[in-house]
């Protein structure tokens, strides 16, 4: 049987905690290394030959991480048949250096965390970024990728 399949790897690691996410998340930074040798031991432990047609790398901030932890994470996989891999980002994490090194790894789609154009919620949500930031980054963003989300909120309790 040849089986394609959507893989998801969640990344915990985000530079602050929002107050409304209810993600599995961490600020600890000290223990990256140790997240991703358990990783990537799983990985290996579950050794899975099928296709696999998608990768979406969410959390968490994805794009907080170093872009070798992400190497090691697809280096593990066969992903020649891959249609499209997801990287879920925070405008505020984002720089050429580090986009052109995703593109340059295959990463073909990227989501940005936008949550919400207005710069009262943005601070009442306690996000590390402005509109400022968020359009500057997209069009540096643009350079590099065609295929790029806006992960927006709506209702946030207290805020909206």
């Known amino acids: 049987m040849n089986t394609e399949i959507g893989l998801y790897i969640h990344i915990p690691f985000c530079k602050s905690k929002c107050l409304y996410c209810d993600y599995p998340s961490t600020t600890n930074n000290r223990i990256q290394d140790k997240y ?3 990783l990537l031991k799983e990985i290996d432990l579950v050794n899975y030959s099928g296709k696999i047609k998608t990768v ?4 968490g901030t994805p794009s907080y991480v170093g872009v070798k932890q992400i190497d090691k994470i697809f280096r593990r996989f066969d992903l020649s048949n891959v249609s499209e891999i997801t990287i879920e980002s925070n405008p505020e994490t984002l720089n050429e ?3 052109h090194e995703y593109f340059s790894l295959g990463i ?3 989501s940005l965390g936008v949550q ?3 710069n009262s919620i943005l601070n009442a949500m306690n996000r590390l970024y402005d509109n400022e930031i968020i359009e500057r980054n997209y069009y540096l963003a643009r350079r590099y990728f065609s295929n790029i989300n806006f992960d927006f909120i709506l209702g946030l309790p207290g805020i909206i």
């Open 36 to 38: 991703f040798d358990y």
């Open 56 to 59: 979406f790398l969410g959390g």
């Open 97 to 99: 250096e580090k986009l």
């Open 108 to 110: 073909n789609r990227l």
């Open 116 to 118: 919400t154009f207005d």
